[in-house]
């Protein structure tokens, strides 16, 4: 993906697994794709409307809660776990 976008972030409330996403990126010398520790439960430590898109593989409702980091017209799209059934949402402020 980071060859179609500017700029990605990935998050996850693991720190083990940051550090072994970190390790490989470095490997992979991709320049324009950071990873951080982070968890929805609280504030994210994120801009307010500083993303266009967010994925997120638990579903839009963990991260709707947080729609003040997605930018107005944003779209939020989540892939429920264990459902084949996708869907998209579009947040409007």
């Not at 409330?13 to 390790?23: C, D, F, G, V």
């Not at 991709?30 to 307010?48: E, G, R």
């Not at 898109?53 to 779209?75: A, E, F, K, V, W």
Request: hydrophobic letters at 30%.
């Amino acid at each position: 993906m980071s060859r179609y976008t500017e700029s990605l972030v990935g998050f996850d409330n693991s720190i083990e697994l940051m550090n072994i996403a970190n390790s490989l990126l470095k490997e992979s010398k991709v320049s324009n794709l950071k990873f951080i520790y982070a968890t929805t439960k609280t504030q994210l430590p994120f801009q307010d409307e500083q993303f266009d898109l967010i994925y997120d593989r638990r579903g839009p409702t963990s991260i709707l809660n947080h729609s003040r980091i997605l930018q107005t017209g944003g779209t939020v799209f989540g892939i429920h776990s264990g459902s084949l059934e996708k869907e998209k949402r579009t947040i409007r402020k």
